[in-house]
Structures are given as C-alpha cells and as structure tokens.
C-alpha cells in the first residue's frame, strides 16, 4: 500500500506539471493546422506525441529534426525515464538506489559507444533513450551523494572554488562542442560526452550546496523563482508562435533558440541556463533540510536527483 501510494504520488506530481499545458499545446496546435492556421510539420508525429514517443518519431521515422518542434522530443525521454526508474526505484531498497544509478550511467555509456562505433545516424544516437537516460542517472547519483554527504561531498561541491571552477570547465566545454561532437574515434567521443554529463551534474550540485551569500541571494530572487515555475510555459511557448513566413523563425524564438546554441546545445534545445535555473530554484529550498534523518534524506536524494537529471539530455 505505500509502494503504490509512493509511486502515485511521484507520478502525480510530474502529471500535474507536464501533462496538461503539453496537451493543451498538442490539442491548439492541432485545431490551427485543420484551419491552416499553423504549419502541418506536427501533423505526422501526432500518435507520437500524445503517447510521450516524439524521440523515435524524429530519430527512426523521420530521422531529421521538425523545425520548431523538435524540442519535444526531451520532453519524451523524460517521461520515459520517470515511468520506467521511478517504479524500479521504489521497488527497491534505499541502499541500492545509488548502484542501479551507477549501472544506468555504465549501460548509458557503452550503448553511446556502441552506436558510435556502429556508424548510427547522429540524430538516432542523440535521441536514444538509453543515451540520455545515463545522464538523468547520474543527476540522480549527485542527488544521493549530496544527501548522504559521502566524503564530505556537501562541503566540496559547495565551495566557491568549485563552483567558478566547474562554471569554466562547463563554459569551455559547450563552446568547443562543434568540434568534439564531431569525434571519429567512438572511444573519445563517449569519453568527452561522459566529462560534459559530469560537469552538468557536478555544477548543478555545486550550486545546490553553495553557502555563499550572494549565490544564495541571487538563486532565491523572485524573479528566478519564477522563471523555474513558468519555465514549461516558456518551453511550449517555443513551439506554439505562429508563423506565416515559409521559413524564418519570429524573431522572439530566434533569440531563444540563438541562445540556447551559444551554449552549446543543438537547435535550441534545453538551454543549460534555463535548466539550471529552474532546477536551482526548486533545489535550494530542498537542500536545506540538512539536518533530516538518514532515511528521508536519501529519499529526498534520490528525487531530488530526479530533478536534477530532469532535462538531462543536454550535451
């Protein structure tokens, strides 16, 4: 009775978040293009959609990325993630949570060397689930490893130093990304792709652990807040700006997606900016609560860390 409790609550949650701006978006969009009013670029896709698989329409039926939609298909790999290791979590002991962290990160790794080695399709590869999933995974490891406070990790991430540190290392990485994105050798390439997911991580919870009065200051300003609270209104917003034009994108997705890019990511796809602002906002008030009992604070790890891998695809 608690495991199902457990797991409708946890599941409830993400729904209530998700679902109904997504398929508000889904149902607009699909009215516009039977009245002309919108591009019919969605239209194919729309089973996919629905049923949370935009991943393997653009990676295994379309292989090439829809426009302004092409975003959604994050949104899927996050669903996927959240039916299939949430259950498998609460199935298990809090003790083992952290191995089959460690082991999705493993299996994530081999199978982005595999496919490389293979010669897949780069956007197959980038749209994978177990692809991404390593990297939402090992969000959830930094989520356990902060709570526990495993070799004082807390005192370690929360440091200025590793914070401006990790900020270079993560900067340095996304503006070289054309270039070892663009690695033949499958064993460097999987390396590269497994010290950006770690800095991401490592960043993410070098934040979440800092003490320092103006990074606090700064991360629980409201206007950060809200930025986190409305950030899925920004991410359907993306796709939903109507444009008659035959190709040109408004100038206010432009700007998004010219951002999103110079942080190293492809076609504006999850911003690391956004994301960590919106994961900050939520972490900071959590981490907190460092004086929990062992077993609430593992639990509080592990879905913490959830969050923290929550857009975890981002390379």
Request: aromatic residues 12%; charged residues 15%.
């Amino acid at each position: 009775m608690a495991l199902s409790a457990e797991l409708k609550r946890f599941l409830f949650r993400r729904t209530l978040r998700i679902f109904p701006i997504y398929y508000l978006m889904l149902t607009v969009m699909g009215v516009l293009m039977l009245f002309g009013m919108a591009s019919p670029e969605l239209a194919s896709g729309m089973p996919f959609h629905f049923a949370y698989l935009s991943n393997f329409w653009i990676g295994y039926v379309l292989h090439d990325w829809p426009g302004r939609y092409s975003h959604l298909w994050s949104l899927a790999i996050e669903e996927q993630f959240y039916l299939v290791f949430a259950p498998l979590l609460l199935l298990l002991a809090a003790r083992r949570h952290l191995v089959v962290c460690a082991l999705t990160v493993v299996a994530g790794l081999i199978s982005l060397w595999a496919m490389r080695a293979a010669h897949w399709p780069e956007i197959t590869i980038y749209t994978y689930p177990l692809s991404n999933f390593w990297l939402l995974a090992l969000g959830g490891m930094g989520g356990l490893l902060i709570a526990r406070n495993a070799g004082g990790v807390r005192a370690w991430l929360g440091h200025g130093a590793t914070l401006f540190g990790l900020s270079l290392c993560l900067v340095g990485l996304c503006a070289s990304e054309p270039a070892w994105s663009a690695l033949q050798n499958p064993l460097l390439f999987t390396g590269v792709n497994a010290v950006y997911g770690l800095c991401i991580a490592a960043l993410v919870g070098s934040i979440a652990c800092c003490r320092n009065a103006v990074v606090l200051g700064l991360l629980e300003t409201r206007w950060l807040a809200g930025l986190g609270r409305i950030s899925y209104g920004f991410y359907f917003l993306f796709v939903s700006q109507p444009d008659p034009r035959p190709d040109p994108q408004p100038s206010c997705t432009s700007a998004v997606r010219g951002s999103s890019t110079a942080m190293g990511t492809r076609d504006g796809h999850c911003g690391v900016v956004r994301d960590l602002a919106r994961t900050c906002a939520v972490v900071v008030a959590d981490d907190r609560r460092a004086h929990s009992p062992p077993e609430d604070a593992a639990h509080a790890g592990g879905e913490r860390g959830l969050r923290i891998g929550a857009r975890g695809h981002v390379r």
